[in-house]
């Protein structure tokens, strides 16, 4: 199950970065909900789990697949340091 590892190892990185100025949004787009439809079709969604790191309404970083804690937790620190 990578998207329950992954949904693992976000909830662990939010709770030991304490920013205000990083949001973790998590989205299980696995149902037929049309705003999952939306968001499959505005990101280009092929695989899950997928990891978009978002600032300024622009993609960062896009990771497909599963990933550990730590590799999560470098590409916080490439883009927003010192979290």
Do not use: W
Request: hydrophobic share 35%; proline share 4%; net charge positive.
């Amino acid at each position: 199950m990578p998207c329950r590892k992954v949904l693992q190892n976000l909830n662990e990185l939010e709770k030991s970065i304490s920013s205000k100025t990083i949001l973790f949004i998590k989205k299980d787009i696995g149902s037929n909900e049309i705003s999952n439809k939306q968001l499959v079709e505005e990101y280009n969604i092929k695989a899950v789990p997928l990891l978009l790191f978002i600032k300024n309404n622009e993609i960062l970083y896009r990771i497909e697949g599963l990933k550990d804690g730590n590799f999560l937790k470098s590409i916080i620190d490439r883009f927003h340091p010192n979290q």
